[in-house]
């Protein structure tokens, strides 16, 4: 089972990344039964006293408007996980995915989509989803935080499959006679087989980042489909005083995002 | 070096020409005509090519201002974070990345590692403005930020925000050298330096470590763009009137012209940096060798 999460990891590794796959499973346990395992529906006011800490109630404590945190923050990981695969998907398809099959281009159409895919890499993410949105509107954060992860999945992968094609196979297959489209699809088989899973949770993990602080400053979900940026954006002016409304939404994200990381074989530090 | 060099520039021409390309067709939107068909955009475009070329700017949809007196206003908050910030992430994130090349005491910190690298720049922001509020009380606001203020009141102030910069930054060092450092584990050079006599200090001292620092130059371009991302969110959360702050508000507004300008100066800056990183470790690596 460990060769099909994380076929090229060393042994510690590999424990870690099928433990992140396994938290990653029963956060989407949690995210299909979220409805069930709230006490509240989503955004439901007033289900208790405003601002009460954490209790045997209330285990997250409630919001300023006497929210249940412990439903919303079920509600809200729904809202986030749901969007990260969509965001993802996006990322994998437009990043990995075009910059594998980019470097199979002819060379000078192949430099030109790297270059120009290199010129957004040089820009931080985060502003690229925030003029996407700024250009259409927040209903496609998903999408906005898909595309603006793509260019350094692109420029990673064009440079990952531009080593497999001077690589000693390739000039055997070529010798040999074998097409290029041929080779080109048994490279992507190679690339995704081994690498599928991995590629998946580390897109999902550098999309959530972005989707939250995207939501965060304003520019992602919006009410009532609260995330769990949006839900922390707006305990932010009273989580001085109540630092629950803001905590525990917080650490919800960070082991979705650790999760996630652990998936993907993440080096501690190392960018997704 | 020569050749290498070239190259580099090279590079570094076209990334910069396509930066160049790519505010203008931001810029262009804030035009009349750029939103009657394909043929007026590109006509806009061509017409804020042109403006730049004679160092016309433009002027801020909001504030009226020049774009260029708008960023000159505010480039000093931003510049003083990014400073601070490389100080910070040189000096928390060089010995741990060097420390941490060793295995054993790289996998007792991993767990730590994971667990920080795991935290969204943004809830470090939060969790270090609720520990500032706490040990240093509440923030003055109105208070300008210095590279390195004289009282309490200017260190409260800078503190959260140059640390949440330097944190996003430390990251990305400490990665650098731990990648070069993990690539000389067990090269080949290492083993013929200890049979020609040379003790392990030594091949560290001489050998291994120039090169580990290129490594970590080479990724100085990654540095600056984690540490230019951390500053929009450093800006937005501790409300420090900067260049990335304006660019939020800018998008917020559509003000397109000043948000081409900002997505220039922020790519230039992370290509220049990249360059003068690769530059920098190839002649160290050179040196090495």
Known sequence: MSAIFAPSLPRPRRILAIAGWAGLGVVALAVTMSDFLAHAPANELHAGPMLAPPSAQFPFGTDLVGRDLLSETLHALSVTATAGLEAAVVAILAGGFLGYMSAHLPKPAGLVLHWAFAVFAAIPALLLAIVLIGLTSRGISALAAGLAAAPLAFVRAFDRASRAGGARHADYARATGVSASMLLRRDLAYEFRDMFLPIVARAFASVTIILSTLSFLGFGATPPHRDLGLMIGAAWPNYLEAWWTAGFPALTLVILILLARLAAGLDEGERP | ?289
């Open chain 2, 1 to 289: 070096m020569r050749v290498f060099a070239l190259r580099e520039s090279g590079r570094l021409a076209f990334g910069l020409l396509g930066a160049l390309l790519l505010a203008a067709a931001v810029s262009a939107l804030s035009l009349p005509g750029a939103h009657e068909g394909v043929q007026g955009f590109l006509a806009a475009m061509a017409s804020r090519l042109l403006a730049y070329a004679t160092f016309d700017l433009g002027s801020s949809a909001v504030s009226g201002l020049g774009a260029a007196q708008e960023l000159i206003a505010r480039g000093p908050t931003t510049l003083t974070f990014v400073l601070q910030g490389i100080v910070i992430a040189a000096v928390f994130g060089i010995p741990p990345g060097l420390l941490s090349g060793a295995a054993s005491l790289r996998n007792a910190l991993a767990p730590l590692g994971q667990f920080v690298s795991a935290v969204p720049v943004f809830c470090a922001a939060l969790l270090l403005a609720y520990v500032a509020n706490r040990l240093l009380g509440p923030a003055l606001p109105g208070t300008p930020v210095a590279l390195l203020p004289r009282d309490l009141a200017g260190w409260s102030q800078i503190v959260p925000p140059a640390l949440t910069v330097g944190l996003a930054g430390m990251s990305a060092v400490q990665v650098g050298l731990r990648r070069a450092s993990v690539t000389l584990e067990d090269a080949p050079f290492r083993q013929g330096l200890g049979r020609l006599g040379l003790p392990e200090r030594e091949i560290e001292r001489f050998f291994v470590t120039p090169v580990v620092f290129a490594g970590l130059l080479n990724s100085l371009g990654e540095v600056i763009v984690a540490l230019l991302s951390a500053t929009v969110v450093a800006e937005w959360v501790f409300h420090c009137p900067g260049i990335a702050d304006l660019f939020v508000k800018s998008v917020a507004l559509r003000d397109w012209n000043m948000v081409a300008l900002i997505l220039f100066l922020f790519a230039a800056t992370a290509m220049i940096a990249d360059f003068a990183g690769r530059i920098a470790a190839h002649a160290v690596a050179r040196e090495a060798a």
